[in-house]
């Protein structure tokens, strides 16, 4: 019994000594702490937080049940997605304007923005830009109206007809493929020019 007693005092002051080693380093240093608790608070308020808002994918939930209380339907909304008749036509949509975007939109832009530097005549000039801005709107109005994408399914789905749970897990589907996506170009970007992200 002594020995345990004598084990327990070793370690609380073990523990007493390093705790007040690290009062003491925040006593030190508080204008770095003060400096990064705001960046810190507003992380994990925006970011880590709003991760618990995943498991209504996995739920069934109901504003009268609450996120607490809502009962669990496992992967009942992934297979009712997976099993759809609108899951491949959206994907491959959703794909499409995805690489159309990547390939097109991007560079396009950028080319007429580089075109137009060169171009000496100043009205010539504003006239092709408001053109082409008013022509980019136009685009994107129609493209959002003709064609069917995750985006715009999530949206339909669980804000105008109320299935939060099925948009949930469509929504979480999407940045699941989107971070495929990524390590996908991330691994071609590293062996097409050795640099990559990590």
Known sequence: MLAVRELTQTILAKKSGWS?????KIARHWQLYILIAFPTAFLITFN???MLGVQIAFKNYSF?????KSPWAGMEYFNSFFSSPYFWPVVKNTLRISIYTLLVATPMPIFLALCLNEVKHERYKRFVQMFTYKTYLLQNSLNLGTSEIIATYVYKIGLLNANYSFAVAV??????IGFILVLSMNFIAGKVSDTSLF
């Open 48 to 50: 880590y937080i709003p």
């Open 20 to 24: 007040s080693e690290i009062y003491k």
């Open 64 to 68: 009268v049940k609450g996120f607490w």
């Open 171 to 176: 929504g979480l589907f999407n940045s699941f």
